[in-house]
């Protein structure tokens, strides 16, 4: 089952700011008038231990008191709203659910995405009010795919609009040129898992993995307009684009750009190990 957190958080956020706002506008300057008429009932309200006193403190219990849920929304409204403007605007946080991404995100990562470098959307509708930068090859992308617009997903993009993507023999190409490639290490004790360095951009590389043993699931395709082709590191063990098709651009949440933090499980101890930025 899949929470959809950010609506939680909307909905919260707006309830218990329009109480507060209700509550200010309507229902606070009438306790504040029955506070001031029971203080002039009881002039020596303020005079400890008086008769006054305990009559005024319990009268203004009974009629002028703060109800239960104001004082609720009162609390919570300014800590909640600033979850929601740090999540929806800023920095997210997410947890690495899977393998595909190793060998440069492992299950239990915890990393930060990064909410404004693609341009400000509103939470829930994901509307996009402020255009700023866009996506290019190389960057890690978290994003909601067309099969499970509920769920995040974490891939690299591989092509954007325009581009055309072909793979064959587990060799990838953009636009009739073969992305630079070093094979690093074979993993011992595996079915020739290879390890290796891959340069989609000339400023920036990464790794990747392949299994020789699986096939190579070679095809060809064009980038539509508006859209993103996203392909796990973990190339022979990744649902990406080459199972759900590619990612438009109204579904894009942003960019993951640090691990702060490795995590296992409840029953592990989390490790700062692998702390640092994405490449």
Known sequence: MNIDLPLILTIIVGLSGAIWLLDALFFARQRSERLSRLQRQHPNWSKHGSADEKLFTHAAIQEASEPLVVEYAKSFFPVLAFVLVLRSFLYEPFQIPSSSMVPTLQVGDYILVNKFNYGLRLPVT????????????????????????????????????????????????????????EWLAEIPGTRRIQVGLEEPRSERSHLFQVDQMRPARDFSVVVRPGHYFMMGDNRDNSSDSRVWGQVPERDIVGEAVAIWMHWESLFSIPSFDRAGALH
């Open 126 to 181: 994901r509307t996009k009010v402020w255009s700023m930068g866009s996506p290019d090859r190389g960057d890690v992308m978290v994003f909601y795919p067309p099969h499970a617009n509920k769920q995040y997903y974490i891939k690299r993009v591989i092509g954007i609009p325009g581009d055309r993507i072909q793979y064959r023999n587990k060799r990838l190409s953009v636009n009739g040129v073969d992305v630079p490639r």
